[in-house]
């Protein structure tokens, strides 16, 4: 069976860690050995994967 590329079950490659953790430590984000294979849909719902910072009060109220 072959999917459409833009069917939320195609195969896509995933960067793991996310590009901007990769660029941040200052790796290569095409390189293979970061990608692993990944469903269009999944991929897309994990995104960068970040997690929002809580915001920090400069003081305790």
Do not use: F
């Amino acid at each position: 069976m072959t999917l459409h590329y833009l069917d939320p079950m195609a195969w896509q490659a995933d960067h793991d860690p996310s590009i901007a953790v990769l660029l941040a430590r200052g790796d290569d984000p095409d390189d293979v050995q970061w990608l692993r294979p990944s469903h269009r849909l999944c991929n897309q719902r994990k995104g960068s994967g970040e997690a929002k910072r809580p915001v920090v009060a400069s003081k305790r109220w």
